[in-house]
């Protein structure tokens, strides 16, 4: 028997987001694939210094971003896969590194790993909308991950995704490390949008302090901006 637990999660006086946990009658998560009125907003992780160019050119590939001059936060080997990954489509493939990535839950490894930069970080908050952007790829984890071997066109490979996992506040496994890499590549999955998503997409952003607020809002007056100590693993 399953049933489905629900979590609200409260910051900054507002409702954050409805985190929902099937789980059976074990206690053990279930599947439960994503729909669209689950995905609320998308998000992409960005140093706060390059927010005034994503606001004029938009969130770009990484091809496109590197003929333009950019902070890099990407972590080099994982990067060095990336180059080289081809992401099925309906037309043949194409290149990781000719699509934007976008996550679905932004609070994931990747954004713990770079704890020590959060003061100079900020999740741009992205329109749900963006999924519909033609030629746009779900994927179920990591697209850097040689073990993801899940790409689906967008919107109907909202499908593929585990919402709970991919949702989910942690991704530990003490008691089995192989699904602690697999719920940690889940974490990370991902809309791929070729080339661009233009910067209309972009609807606000979170950051981890007043101090981040401040730094943001003086090169980006016109964002609005939240603080969300939650999602960058402060309480």
């Not at 081809?86 to 679905?104: C, E, Q, V």
């Not at 850097?144 to 919402?163: E, R």
């Not at 996992?165 to 070729?194: F, M, Y």
Request: aromatic fraction near 6%; hydrophobic fraction near 35%.
């Amino acid at each position: 028997m399953t049933k489905i637990n629900i979590l609200l999660i409260l910051v900054n006086d507002s409702r954050y987001r409805c985190e929902v946990r099937p789980t059976s009658s074990s206690g053990k998560v279930v599947r439960h694939p994503m729909t669209r009125d689950e995905l609320r907003e998308l998000g992409y992780i960005a140093p706060i210094a390059t927010v005034p160019s994503i606001l004029q050119h938009g969130i770009l590939s990484h091809n496109r971003a590197a003929k333009l001059q950019h902070e890099d936060i990407s972590l080099k080997h994982v990067n060095d896969y990336r180059a080289t990954r081809i992401i099925p489509t309906p037309s043949g493939g194409r290149k990781l590194h000719d699509y934007a990535n976008l996550y679905i839950c932004p609070r994931n490894p990747m954004l713990l790993k770079k704890s020590d930069m959060h003061e100079q970080l900020c999740v741009l908050r992205v329109n749900a909308n963006a999924i519909d952007i033609p030629g746009a790829i779900v994927t179920d984890a990591n697209a850097g991950s040689k073990y993801t071997k899940n790409f689906k066109p967008a919107p109907d490979g909202l499908s593929i995704v585990n919402y709970a996992r991919t949702c989910a506040d942690w991704w530990n496994h003490p008691d089995n490390k192989i699904e602690g890499w697999q719920h940690s590549a889940q974490k990370c999955a991902e809309i791929l949008v070729p080339n661009v998503v233009p910067a209309t997409y972009t609807i606000g952003a979170y950051v981890c302090s007043s101090a981040a607020k401040a730094s943001l809002e003086s090169v980006a007056g016109g964002l609005t901006v939240t603080i969300n100590k939650h999602l960058f693993f402060k309480k």
